[in-house]
């Protein structure tokens, strides 16, 4: 089964722009929907971000709409989230994670990272 690891995590301040990376394990990734998932201090995980198998639809919470873009390369195994005008509120830790199809909470993953630590400062 895939397994997923995020990276590019860190401290940022507002208005500020971050990457995160999240590398699977395996040439199946092609066949799976990817999403991001986040878990802000005291709060349940929830959905930010998803990307189709092909990477031409994507899927966004709306807070993020026009700030956030998802991206993937198949040929690497790679699925990408980059945050730009990064808000307090979009502190959290982020994960990756893997499904058949769209999926809007994080128990229907069918895979997940162990999660990157984003902090924005105010």
């Known amino acids: 089964q895939v397994q997923l690891v995020e990276s590019g995590g860190g401290l940022v301040q507002t208005g500020g722009s971050l990457r995160l990376s999240c590398a699977a394990s395996e040439r199946t990734f092609s066949n799976y929907t990817m999403s991001w998932f986040r878990q802000a201090p005291g709060k349940e995980r929830e959905f930010v971000a998803a990307?189709?198998?092909?990477?031409?639809?994507?899927y966004y919470k709306e807070s993020v709409k026009g700030r956030f873009t998802i991206s993937r390369d198949n040929a690497k195994n790679t699925v990408y989230l980059q945050m730009r005008s990064l808000k307090p509120e979009d502190t959290a830790v982020y994960y990756c994670?893997?499904?058949?199809?769209?999926?809007?909470?994080?128990?229907?993953?069918?895979?997940w990272g162990q999660g990157t630590l984003v902090t924005v400062s105010s």
């Open positions: 990307i189709s198998r092909g990477g031409t639809s994507t």
């Open positions: 994670g893997a499904s058949k199809d769209v999926v809007s909470r994080f128990q229907y993953l069918e895979r």
